[in-house]
């Protein structure tokens, strides 16, 4: 993607089944697990790369031994710190207890982070947060073991306010208003809740103190504290956590707004946020794998039972599309087709706006996400081809001769490497006009690719602000000359902010809002653009479920070839000698590409929460206050 979009965020959980020499034994160390989910971590980093954390558990230790580890890190690498960190340890104790090094049980009591529970994290440092304190796993501590609570997850709440308000009605006092904290309170709450049920219980059956705590290990229902945490939760999540004791859960939003896999055979159970990490680390087919239906969880038990249970009533499927479309791996089989075939169903308008030369088109694509989707326009533009060439063919008949033959058959789509993307440039100069030569020169372009007045067609895989695309990437395309310049973007027009994750809050930032507050301006409209945002302002005490979302009639009066088209008059920079005209995917295409991920609320206003129209309406609001401020 040529716009930077930060997206949170990545986890990984792994629960070894056997006893740690069994791994010793069979893979040659007792840190498989560590092995694992620092490739686990690596396998992901795709989806962040500002801080990562990892966390650990181990099973039946004795009071005074440390039983839980973590350690997160916010540096320029933070998965190599990270693992960095563990090894340093690792290797000085094995260095100062050398006899430590074929005794298991001495290293699992003496070595910290190896454990059978382990959960990783990484994420970007979204709205400025990019501390260490934002990093997770976040850990709430107390003496008792099963009252202990890790938690790490991919997720954003709408509704942080009234989460913190519940948490203050049931006595608490929260550190901080922020949707991390008030989740792991939330769950903690009901945790302590159930481990003091649990107790007065196994109390009046006659056992003592000491004698309960393993009994409140074996009777925790962990799918029952789920139920009655998540209860409120509106907001798209997948959450893992880690109890003190060892039981281990992992669970998704009704929607299935966020991504969640597993996979489980007599040695490992694991759960991550994509499916191709899980494949390629375990080494097992993409059958094995299987996807968290929503409103499940994952809930795997001390003593090593695996179950999928049901905690909220799923909702109509909206899994994200944007993950399909850019944040998630490539490699996944279901994504690789998806993306082939987003390009493909775009070539038709790309067609048009080359009036089907295209004998005089290049075409290429932006590194270097939208390579796949660059793959599946080129080969609808092969059969395009293949179907003109059996129709020459077939009209020359039988007395075809062989050059003609040749002269048909030769005509291929012409294909180039045009976009280059140079290592990151340090904008370190103050000066704006400074600042922007060096912007203009990320990309760079292979001379000679694109003959004089040729068409060149450009595949990038969404375009949401434009920025890179003014300043940078067209201004480099027209010192070849192209007649005329095609940039496609594999996703439809980018119109609404996301609350449930990716980091595209303010409308004000959206090339598609300008683009349409322009054609207002044009049409004389602007009166509607008032009146949209005095109906927003009745909406604000309104209750969630019942509010609409009226920032869809700000973009209702036009089309969508009519915004694209003012699109690309902004985007179009001052001197550009080519023709510029953008090209984005319609709804129905991407529906089409992506059936199981319809969740497209960024490009129709159809939020799969109702908190996500509470969300948009004050976005706007916060555009015509002229408030530089996230609307959630």
Known sequence: MSDAIKHECGISLIR????????????????????????????????GQDGAGFASIKLDMHPGERYMS?????????????????????????????????????????????????????????????????????????????????????????????LFGNLVELGQHPKELADTVTVMEKIGHFLDDAVAKLYKQIKKEGYNKRAASPLIAERLNVGK???????????????????????AFVIRDPA????????????????????????????????????????????????????????????????????????????????????????????????KSIDNDLENTVFSYIPNTAETSFFGMVKEAQNYLNNKKEEQIFELGPNITREQLHKILDVRPRIEKVAIKDAKLRTFITQDSSRDDLVTHVYDVSYGSVKQNDNLVIIDDSIVRGTTLKRSILKILDRLSPKKIIVVSSAPQIRYPDCYGIDMAKLEDFVAFKATKVLHEEAGTTDKIKEIYEKCLTQTETKDKDVINYVKEFYAPFTAQQISKKIAEILSPEGIKAEVDIIYQSIESLHEACPKNLGDWYFTGNYPTPGGNRVVNRAFINFFEGKNQRAY
């Open 16 to 47: 070894l089944l056997k006893p740690l020499e069994y791994y010793k034994e069979k893979y040659g160390t007792a840190f498989y697990g560590v092995n694992k989910m620092y490739l686990m971590m690596e396998k992901q980093h795709n989806r």
């Open 225 to 247: 504290i789920l139920r009655k945490a998540s209860k409120n939760w509106d907001g798209g999540y997948t959450i893992g956590g880690l109890l003190g004791h060892g039981d």
């Open 70 to 162: 973590r350690v997160r890190s916010a540096q320029q690498q933070p998965i190599q710190d990270i693992f960095d960190q563990i090894n340093a340890r690792i290797n000085s104790v094995l260095a100062e207890n050398p006899e430590y090094e074929n005794d298991v049980a001495m290293q699992k009591r003496h070595i910290p982070y190896i454990g059978e529970l382990l959960m990783g994290h990484v994420r970007y440092g979204t709205f400025g947060k990019n501390s260490i304190e934002s990093v997770h796993p976040f850990l709430r501590q107390n003496n008792w073991m099963h009252r202990n609570l890790i938690v790490a997850g991919n997720f954003n709440m709408t509704n942080v306010d009234e």
């Open 256 to 351: 299935g707004i966020r991504p969640a896999y597993y996979y489980q055979d007599d040695e490992v159970a694991v759960v991550a946020s994509e499916r191709p990490a899980i494949q390629t680390v375990f080494n097992v087919k993409y059958e094995d794998v299987k996807e968290l239906d929503p409103g499940h969880a994952v809930i795997i038990k001390k003593d090593g039972s695996f179950a999928v249970k049901q905690i909220q009533e799923p909702t109509e499927r909206k899994a994200c599309s944007f993950e399909r479309i850019y944040f998630s791996r490539g490699s996944d089989k279901e994504i690789y087709q998806e993306r082939k075939m987003l390009g493909k169903l775009v070539f038709p308008q790309i067609l």
